[in-house]
């Protein structure tokens, strides 16, 4: 069985403004990766501001601790008995990326900038249940749940051909702690 590999050229910018030209082999499927994120924007520009960003990019759905609170009781109920097996209780989604210095979150369409979360402003990262997020909401994985600025809130993610959101990804709790 062979890998299909394209080979991609571009002029990479460095700091200091200087041109360099690079030739980076891509695998097929991380193509179609690819392709899954950009939308609407040319494949060689979304690689080359990937590469500048250093790509984390996450589908991902969450949400805050005072919504979860303000979540009526039907609303709750219905969580636990009807809810979708692919998707946990959420009310936000779309986009998480993680950069060197935070966690940005965008909406599905990757053109708007919804919250930009400080690395360094995140008081507690935890991955589990608790009382407020209870397992009938989604028993597959434990939310993410960590607290920056006072603000909680729970997150699930997933990388693109995966069917089940996961809140204990250890890639995404590695370049959050880092």
Known sequence: MSTVFKSVSSKIYSKNLAKENASVSVDKNILNI?????????RMKFINDSLK????????VWIFRKELLELSL???VIARVGRSSIKPLHKHSGFVEITQESIEFYNKKLDTLIMRVEKKSISEIN?????LFKKEFYPYSPPLRFIFNGKTVYLFLRL????????DDKLFIGLISD
């Not at 690819?34 to 040319?42: H, K, L, N, Q």
């Open 160 to 167: 693109p051909g995966e069917k089940k959101f996961k809140g």
């Open 53 to 60: 960003r250093g790509l984390g990019l996450f589908e991902a």
């Open 34 to 42: 690819v392709d899954i994120f950009r939308g609407e924007t040319p």
């Open 74 to 76: 039907h609303k709750k």
């Open 127 to 131: 991955v589990g249940y608790d009382k």
